[in-house]
């Protein structure tokens, strides 16, 4: 493990080297990323206003939610943004370079370009998102699930973005996949009750965004079974068992 931190850490060193390189558009890339983030925060906010909840969901939990998913989506984009180059790497040949290194080239596709700008507003959220937990005066019991239920949603994202590479490999496509995957993990910035019942089956038991989003933070709020939670341990170990059976092949 120390070894392939050491790695990790060298070659997000690099990538973050090239990308300050060109300080205006880091800039504008930060601000960006704030200013939707805030004006998303509104948005939610003027319609919790206006309807007095959603689904049965005051403003706090509402903001939680929303808070949680933020935090999986913006993790998993500082320690696998290199599935989004990943593609390039195949077409051009480069990929093979990986494979005769004595490193894994799963880790180097996956891990290769974090982009620690991202940092700027993951380390704030942290921050945030303790702070509210703190006010909101949830046992301690609550505190531990949330952590566990987030890290089962952190391996559901990984495990889609090993799926991801696998695709690249096979059809040298990717930025489709992982748009779409963009795409569906964006629904989770509310909890997934507000769906109607034929997407928020599919939300849960099919492309899992539910569990990834919705379950860490219904169980910081107490709002999780215990069932929902021996379903999130089969269905995150079957995803993980699948998209590395998927990579090796």
Avoid: C
């Avoid at 959220?125 to 505190?143: A, E, H, P, S, T």
């Amino acid at each position: 493990m120390k070894r392939y931190f050491k790695i990790w850490w060298r070659l997000t060193h690099i990538s973050f080297a090239t990308n300050v390189t060109t300080v205006f558009s880091s800039i504008l890339f930060l601000v960006g990323k704030i200013l939707r983030f805030v004006f998303m925060l509104i948005f939610l906010l003027e319609i919790v206003n206006t309807a007095g909840g959603i689904a049965g969901y005051n403003r706090v939990q509402l903001v939680f939610f929303y808070l949680t998913f933020n935090l999986i989506d913006i993790t998993a984009q500082v320690f696998l943004r290199g599935v989004y180059l990943f593609r390039q790497k195949v077409v051009s040949g480069e990929f093979d370079y990986y494979l005769v290194k004595p490193v894994n080239p799963l880790f180097r596709a996956l891990g290769g370009n974090a982009d620690l700008l991202d940092l700027v507003t993951l380390i704030p959220l942290v921050i945030y998102i303790g702070g509210l937990i703190w006010r909101m005066q949830v046992g301690w019991l609550d505190v531990v699930l949330f952590l566990f239920m987030l890290t089962v949603g952190f391996l559901l994202a990984l495990s889609f973005h090993i799926l991801v590479a696998a695709l690249g490999v096979i059809t040298t496509e990717v930025d489709n996949a992982i748009m779409f995957y963009r795409d569906l993990t964006v629904m989770g910035r509310v909890p997934v009750d507000i769906y109607a019942a034929p997407i928020r089956e599919i939300l849960t038991f099919i492309i899992p965004v539910a569990v990834m989003i919705t379950f860490p933070a219904k169980a910081l709020l107490g709002l999780l079974s215990p069932g929902w939670i021996v379903f999130s341990l089969f269905l995150v170990t079957s995803f993980w068992f699948l998209s590395l059976r998927f990579w090796k092949y």
